[in-house]
């Protein structure tokens, strides 16, 4: 008999790319544990403010506990300050709360993706204590280990992509992950995030 963990994953993949003054942010919408699909619509992306998403990979419940967590720390810092947390700020905050819980962590993969100040891009990655580094682009979740090599080749050295093109390379990225990757399918959420707001779209994968 195994022994019994509190954690379990529940699939999903996540990526992010960084372009000169836009963030694209894509997750699919299955939600499993083994060989059951438990849920085809459970989004891994939250909007923090008009500036900043975060998305995240692993146990659902955690997941959600996490992103809640951080709307109240928004809406916190909103109320004291009369101005939404910048996406430094909120860096920060996500990696001294997965610290903080480093005896027990949570069991999720995190990419923090949005615009600062200046309206620059910027994409951090997480491990699971805190840690953190700003990237060009990350992938999370089930599929990463097939869509990095993919995105390494596609966003190599020079090349520059407009909001659509890296988009429609997150979708069919996506779209190959779930034809070999069990835990990922069913639809795709994507987030464009600019200095005009974020802007949502939702595409369909394999749902078999």
Known sequence: MSEWSPYQDNGGTALAVAGRDFVVLSADTRCSAGYSILSRRVSRVTQLTDRCCIA????????????????LEVRSYAYKHGVSPSVHALRQFLSVELYERRLFPYYTFNILAGLDDEGAAVVYGYDAIGNTEPLSYAAVGCAAPLVLPAMDVALRGDAELDATAVAKLQLDLLTVAAEREIKTGDFVETFLLTAAGVETRMATLKQD
């Open 56 to 71: 995240s990979c692993g146990q659902l419940c955690e997941i959600q506990r996490l992103h809640k967590r951080l709307k």
